[in-house]
């Protein structure tokens, strides 16, 4: 079976559909609630961005950390991950183009893939930590989040923190990328063997 393939059978499964629905319904939640009144600034894109990437964060260390502890599917789960990342864009795109932020056009375009590869890195590591333990794979996304805004908050510099996405920061970007690229060579490895 070929990559693409796995990819499309991994996106029929339930738990992948209802998990993006429940993205795509809180993302056109927030992007209601957070519009303006007429005659008010239009700043959505900021709240839309935040809620997108906490999402995205959650769902991606917790298949990461399922994906860790199996040892099976995991090139193919990242990008499905990341297909789904590209669908939900619309969504912030409408917010951002309503908005004009600071940040530039391509932080809002690139920024959630690398955030999706790297906190599915993170769930990949944890999961093979949790092999043994896997009553414990629901609390690390939780863990996860709470860990990386006490890393920001302690550091006072984004990092990994999904709450600090709608500001550009090369910091982020930086760390977002060397783990997205770790992740990745790491997928293709254990696909490979």
């Known amino acids: ?17 209802q998990s993006f629905a429940v993205i795509l319904a809180i993302l056109t939640l927030t992007l209601a609630v957070s519009w303006p009144g007429t005659g008010a600034p239009n700043d959505s894109w900021g ?14 260390v917790g298949f990461g950390a ?3 502890a199996s040892r099976k599917g995991r090139l193919e789960t990242l990008l499905a991950w990341w297909l789904l990342a590209l669908l939900s864009l619309p969504a912030e ?7 004009y932020p600071d940040a530039p056009v391509w932080w809002f375009t690139a920024q959630p893939l690398l955030d999706v590869g ?16 896997p009553v414990l794979l629901p609390l690390v996304p939780i863990f996860v989040f709470a860990a990386l805004l006490g890393l920001s908050t302690t550091f006072e510099t984004p990092l990994l923190s999904p709450l600090a996405v709608a500001q550009f920061s090369w910091t982020r970007l930086t760390s977002t990328a060397l783990l997205t690229l770790a992740t990745l060579t790491f997928c293709i490895r254990s696909r490979l063997t």
Request: positive net charge; without cysteine; proline residues 0%.
């Open 66 to 68: 399922s994906t860790g």
């Open 1 to 17: 079976m070929t990559l693409f393939a796995e990819v499309a059978q991994k996106l029929r499964q339930s738990e992948l559909l």
């Open 47 to 60: 709240n839309v961005a935040q809620v997108r990437s906490v999402l995205f964060m959650l769902f991606a």
């Open 118 to 133: 790297a906190y599915f890195g993170i769930g990949l590591v944890l999961g093979q930590f949790l092999r043994r333990l």
């Open 93 to 99: 795109a409408f917010a951002y183009a309503a908005s």
